[in-house]
């Protein structure tokens, strides 16, 4: 009879607690990170669909996958709920409300993010036998947006990362990357900003 109130108890838990993730990996069709048709200028962009979301008091966690040949790759991202435009009306930047600190956070998921730099690593033409950095990764942001993100609302969204741009940072390992989601088709994109930013990138991503 305990053993069944325990269960009883545990499902009432799964209800109230889980009723705010959504998940429906197993239906969705991964495809590869890298298109070619979509490639400009030698640009190495890439291209998750996301499989997962979790929506928390402050912000929005997604895990977000493709493939890299046969095998899956993935990364967490988290990104604040209510974060300011950075474009005004005018078309013109806001630098003062645009910048925004601990906004978008990245981190791994495990193996497939393991992948993930290793798929990057051979696509940016550096090589490397390191795994994904266990560090939760917080790049400064800048809002390419005309109006505010929300988690309610449905769009495509834009933003500019900045990585290693810290005081006590080393000039040669800053690089940018743009990130662009789209909670309504459920895709997040890494673009390149700079040829020159790869090594960076791949440093920033990697375990020292």
Same mark, same amino acid.
């Given at each position: 009879m305990k053993q069944l109130e325990k269960i009883i108890i545990l499902s009432i838990f799964s209800l109230f607690?889980?009723?705010?993730?959504?998940?429906?990996?197993e239906s969705i069709i991964l495809e590869q990170i890298t298109r070619t048709e979509e490639q400009e200028e030698g640009f190495k962009d890439v291209?998750? /669909?996301?499989?997962?979301?979790?929506?928390?008091?402050?912000? $929005?966690?997604?895990v977000a996958k493709g493939l890299s040949g046969s095998k899956v790759v993935g990364l967490k991202f988290e990104i604040k709920s209510d974060l300011p435009?950075?474009?005004?009306?005018?078309?013109? $930047?806001?630098? /003062?409300n645009g910048f925004i600190y601990n906004a978008i956070k990245i981190s791994s998921i495990g193996k497939e993010s393991d992948?993930? $730099?290793k798929s990057i690593s051979r696509l940016y033409k550096f090589p490397t036998g390191k795994k994904f950095t266990s560090m939760t990764l917080s790049p400064t942001a800048f809002s $390419?947006?005309?109006t505010v993100f929300k988690a309610e609302n449905l769009g495509y969204?834009?933003?500019k990362l900045f990585f290693r741009d810290g005081e006590n940072d080393k000039e040669e390992d800053y690089c940018e990357l743009y990130f662009n989601v789209n909670t309504k088709e459920k895709t997040i994109e890494l673009l390149e900003k700079?040829?020159?930013y790869r090594e960076s990138v791949l440093k920033a991503f990697s375990d020292l």
């Open positions: 607690f889980g009723c705010n993730k959504s998940s429906n990996s291209f998750f /669909k996301i499989v997962s979301e979790e929506r928390r008091k402050e912000s $929005l966690v997604y435009r950075g474009i005004d009306s005018h078309g013109n $930047l806001d630098a /003062k992948e993930f $730099l $390419l947006n005309k969204y834009k933003f700079d040829h020159d």
